[in-house]
């Protein structure tokens, strides 16, 4: 492995440990290298926090050294003032001579402008190392910025036969069609996306929480469809413990502390307004879970990034159908009896 690329890899390393906390912000990994050794790391753990870049200079025991070091950071440095200085003048304050990156930052804030001020200011800037891995890294953030909508990944799990739900219920509570080992790995997905969307019925039907109780990390934000004001007040999603938008094209709507109701037309394109108001909302990833008229509306739209389908070992001889995704490349895991099944959408 070539040298810039040992420590790029590190970076985005270092970097996967700030997925889930780092909202709005993209997840950055740093390392200070000098004569071949990593004198400082580190990683930008949560938006409003010190980045990547500062947590990599302020590990650094012996300061002196910097003047002769190579700074490596996974995304361009910023060169704006936000809720913290730019990157760009902390490396130029401390006369760090050369700055290796993975991949240009894809914000209009950004974008090429922290390496101009480098370059501006004498310094040796390097770029495009693992550009692949570093823009994979922050698919949500750059989907997001270029896209002008939310990273999209649909969920669902279903039986041997192709169901994903019974025809009939007697509880409000879901019918587990998989192991708990991909229901615990489920809510740890939930702690890795901003938002999370399901339609009016499932709301209905199993009376869910969608939080990440099986998991430590943050609760997404809850989206719901409910385009006649059905849900029950009751509910759970409605208990204001987590931001919850709900879709709606009821009038009669009252927000609440924690609950913003947003009014779409749904006789048009409903996943195109869902993502335009998500994007204005600055959520930049949503893992939607169903249920069947839900998850066909985005594939429809073809408004999705990525597909991941378990299949239990349950058999339910008939019920509603799973949803019907375009034929692609996939990859598939063993979960324990069950099967995930990841598909990427490259259209």
Known sequence: MKIHEKYISRCIALAKNGLGTTYPNPMVGSVIVYEGKIIGEGWHK???????????????QDKSL??????????????????????CDLIIKNKIPNVVIGTVDPNIMVAGNGIKKLIEAGVHVTVGI?????NELNKRFF??????????????????????????????????????????????????????????????????????????GNNPVRIILDQNNRIPKESEIFDNQTKTIVFTDSKNTIPEENTTFERIDFKQNIAAQIVDSLYIHNIQSVIIEGGLRTLQTFIDANL??????????????????????PKTNSEKHLIEKDELTILKNHD
């Open 46 to 60: 949560k938006a409003g926090g010190p980045h990547a870049e500062v947590n990599a200079v302020n590990s650094v």
């Open 66 to 87: 910097l003047k002769k070091a190579t700074i490596y950071v996974s995304l361009e440095p910023c060169s704006h003032f936000g809720k913290t200085p730019p990157c």
């Open 130 to 134: 693992l550009e692949d891995e570093c």
């Open 143 to 216: 989907t997001f910025h270029q896209k002008k909508r939310p990273y999209i990944i649909l969920k669902w799990a279903q039986s041997q036969d192709g169901y994903i739900a019974p025809l009939e219920k007697l509880e409000k509570k879901p019918v587990w069609i998989t192991n708990t080992y991909s229901r615990q790995l489920v809510h740890k997905w939930r702690t890795e996306e901003q938002a999370i969307l399901v339609g009016t019925q499932t709301v209905i039907d199993d009376n869910p929480k969608l939080n990440a109780r099986d998991w430590h």
């Open 304 to 325: 999705w990034d990525e597909a991941r389908i378990f299949t239990g070992k349950t058999t339910l001889g008939k019920g509603i159908q799973a949803p019907l995704l």
